[in-house]
């Protein structure tokens, strides 16, 4: 993976990843109750592909979820990522957190998101991707849908969740949570997770652990990794919360964790 900066001033940390050689764009993507925005790329003229459907954080499908999924596509994946709050409003108009929790991500069930991820693989598997080899992966927000979709979905193979919540959701429509379904992963997920994250006390981790050591055989091949200088959003290299050396190391462990897996 070229984790090369954007060009500009010396201290720009933001990945722009090419889509030389990539299938690539923003969709209209078929839903059971019309359609909603959707982006993805995917290697040139290549057809039965490993898909990986990429979860948003909160902030929607915007230009870092979309070189995320530039960036898998150049290492041989369909990858797709849905904005799966649109029928709730427009998260890239938000500046204030708290706000954009309140008003739009706390008014999403999961029932609408595991559905909506369902016709993305759908989509890609009608466009080049193969779901037969589905994994998902997803950053704060997201970290916590990978969970939830591999429980969901026996269309995953794998899952990587980066730094997701595991004993609470975001707002009171959330009836389950990572630390339930345990006992109902089709596939092992890797947890990315950062030891400074105050959104995610290590305490969750462990009793994640505990869970998924008692889990079914998918929760028992799972895997948590804790990066001891991170804390939340220690991927957005376009955040001051990016973390370099970890975002490296995080992504060499979910590629070789989809590798194993999904290819």
Known sequence: ??????????????????PQGLT?????????DGTISAYYAAPEGKNHLPIVAVVQE??????????VCR???KEGYFAIAVNLYERQGD??????????????VAKVPDEQ??????????????????????????????????????????????????YGKLTAGHGPLIKRNAVDVTQELHGPVLGLYGAQDNSIPLADVETMKQRLA????????????????SGH?????????????????????????????LK
């Open 113 to 162: 998101v595991m559905s909506d991820l369902d016709a993305s693989v759908a989509w890609a598997a009608q466009h080049g991707g193969d779901d037969s080899r589905v994994g998902v992966t997803g950053f704060c927000w997201g970290g916590r849908i990978t969970w939830m979709y591999t429980a969901h979905s026996d269309k995953v193979k794998a899952g990587v969740a980066w």
């Open 24 to 32: 690539h764009g923003l969709i209209d993507l078929p839903v059971k």
């Open 91 to 104: 998260a890239s108009t938000y500046t204030d957190i708290p706000k954009l929790v309140a008003e739009i």
């Open 233 to 261: 959003a220690f991927f957005a290299d376009y955040r001051p919360s990016y973390n370099e050396k970890d975002a490296r190391d995080g992504w060499q462990k979910m590629t070789a964790w989809f590798a194993k897996y």
């Open 214 to 229: 008692k889990g079914n055989a998918h929760a028992q091949a799972s895997d948590i990794v804790v990066y001891p200088d």
């Open 1 to 18: 993976m070229n984790f090369s900066a954007a060009a500009g001033t010396p201290q720009s940390t933001t990945i722009q990843t090419s």
């Open 58 to 67: 909160i902030f929607g499908i915007h230009e870092h979820i979309q070189d």
């Open 71 to 73: 960036r898998l596509a």
